[in-house]
């Protein structure tokens, strides 16, 4: 049985929601008005929650999400984190970097970036900041392994239309591959690919998304194609095919938490093992050298063209002929600005940044009371407020004795911290001050991985 990465990581991240009581989102269930934008993992806030992953069709209007910025095509060498910019402090402008962090990405030799999962954190999560609405995307990566744990890389649209291919830790032959329409569950839609380990061996996987068709392929080799029209719904009268203009995501996270869902857990391969032979300087880890996209032009027939810097929604239908392309501004002036608000800035001043301290207009209220800016951050976005861990452990410092600044290991062995304080429950490490980090150490068991790295960059 398969799970769609959203409805899967929405679970994980319902943790933070508890502790909070954040406003939820879903079908039948709008957002506030104060609240406007919910976030891709059902919850309902401000800034950043208005970016990346805001639904329209479950917000409280189709302008509170900022529009998106269109695709481009371009060939992404991930050895350094310079085009990386954290969710606590990217506000819209694609033209400062192609990628948003949730967590703590490393750089490792730079040549690759290490996607990394340390105890009480949920992982790392890189956001593409350019959406794709058909194309081909390839990432060049290995996974990681261990019980409970998950690599992915996927295409998922702003209303949860999705592309998987997915790696579970416990089966390092088999890729997952899956697709949903707007978040509808349907396990009949997933399929395994055999491949070769996938921890010891480098492979690149592609997904060519066609209007019409779409395909997963492995080092080049078409695994398995899908048509639309092989998806068409008789009861709803929809094709169920992803359809609309989606994130490249890459992802490394623990479905097997005992606060997830048994399925999941079961899915997974069991629950974490935190104490795990598998883990290196503290924390697990998969490796991603090299994204590509090129970007395909929109379906034929289509004709809602009235610019060419973004893509929004004129319906909450979600759908092909729904999708504007126009030119839109996809910036917000400050994390308490919104779609329908873009130009609030309680500063005064130049962007407020999540990972300093309270706003002035924020100070004066409590955690509790200040709307969420970042999804996983609690108290307004302010990522300097002490929270707790699913242990009751205080974060806002180091997760072990090395040093940390900002999220950033000073020694080798570091185990890489949330960013100071900001979480509820969980957060995916709470950002990346985008600085280089000590590599993993690795052991006899990763000798073979590391020459399978080497091999492909020499391929490249």
């Not at 269930?29 to 950043?48: E, I, K, M, R």
């Not at 095509?73 to 991930?78: E, F, R």
């Not at 050895?79 to 954290?86: A, E, I, T, W």
């Not at 598998?278 to 697990?284: A, D, E, I």
Request: glycine share 10%; aromatic share 10%; net charge negative.
């Amino acid at each position: 049985m398969r799970y769609s990465a959203a409805a899967a990581l929405a679970a994980t991240f319902s943790l933070a929601s508890a502790a909070g009581s954040i406003p939820t989102c879903g079908e039948n269930n709008l957002c506030p008005s104060d609240t406007p934008c919910c976030s891709q993992y059902g919850q309902c806030g401000v800034g950043a929650y208005c970016l990346g992953g805001c639904n329209p069709r479950h917000s409280f209007d189709l302008q509170s999400c900022v529009a998106a910025p269109v695709c481009q095509s371009a060939d992404y060498k991930l050895d350094n984190l310079d085009d990386v910019m954290p969710n606590t402090e990217y506000l819209g402008d694609a033209s400062k970097a192609n990628w948003v962090s949730s967590g703590t990405p490393v750089v490792y030799n730079n040549e690759a970036i290490l996607l990394t999962m340390a105890p009480s954190t949920v992982g790392t999560l890189l956001m593409s900041t350019h959406y794709v609405w058909y194309g081909q995307i390839s990432a060049t990566m290995t996974t990681s392994q261990g019980a409970g744990v998950v690599t992915a890389f996927i295409l998922m649209s702003d209303v949860q239309d999705e592309i998987d291919f997915e790696f579970v830790g416990v089966d390092l032959e088999s890729a997952q591959s899956n697709f949903y329409f707007q978040g509808i569950t349907d396990y009949q839609n997933g399929d395994n690919l055999t491949v070769s380990n996938t921890v010891e061996n480098t492979h690149t996987y592609t997904i060519d998304w066609q209007p019409d068709s779409l395909s997963w392929s492995i080092d080049g080799n078409v695994m398995r194609t899908l048509n639309r029209n092989d998806t068409y719904n008789s009861t709803t009268q929809q094709y169920h095919y992803p359809q609309s203009p989606s994130r490249v995501q890459l992802s490394l996270w623990p479905a097997g938490l005992s606060s997830n869902g048994e399925g999941t857990i079961q899915w997974s391969g069991g629950l974490v093992d935190w104490n795990s032979p598998y883990m290196q300087n503290g924390y697990y880890y998969a490796m991603v050298s090299d994204v590509t996209v090129k970007c395909y032009d929109p379906p034929d027939g289509w004709n809602n063209n009235k610019g060419s810097k973004a893509y929004y929604y004129d319906s909450s239908y979600g759908t092909n002929d729904t999708i504007v392309i126009g030119n839109n501004s996809t910036e917000l002036a400050s994390f308490y600005a919104t779609g329908d608000n873009p130009k609030v800035d309680p500063n005064a001043s130049s962007s407020a940044k999540a990972s300093g301290t309270k706003t002035a207009s924020a100070a004066t209220q409590s955690a509790s009371q200040a709307p969420e800016t970042v999804p996983g951050v609690s108290g307004g976005g302010a990522a300097g407020i002490s929270g707790t861990d699913s242990q009751g452990t205080a974060q806002g410092g180091s997760a072990n004795s090395g040093s940390s600044d900002s999220g950033t290991n000073s020694a080798a062995g570091a185990q890489p911290s949330s960013q100071a304080g900001g979480s509820t429950s969980f957060s995916q490490g709470g950002g990346s001050s985008g600085t280089s980090q000590a590599p993993p150490k690795l052991g006899a068991g990763s000798a073979v991985a590391l020459l399978g790295f080497f091999v492909a960059c020499l391929l490249i």
